[in-house]
């Protein structure tokens, strides 16, 4: 019985660390974009104050 909690626990923790991968790949992404945007809303407002 021991053998399975501890299979469990394991799993538990691998899925819960490959989540957080997940999310701090998807967060990277996001800020890249955002980053993206950022300069091209600066280049829209150089362009429109000259």
């Given at each position: 019985m021991?053998?399975?909690l501890i299979i469990a626990y394991i799993v538990a923790w691998l899925a819960i660390c490959l989540y957080l991968?997940?999310?701090?790949?998807?967060?990277r992404g996001v800020r890249t974009e955002l980053?993206?945007?950022e300069e091209l809303v600066?280049?829209?407002?150089?362009?429109k104050e000259d």
């Open positions: 021991q053998t399975y991968a997940v999310l701090a790949m998807r967060l980053a993206a945007v600066r280049e829209y407002q150089q362009e």
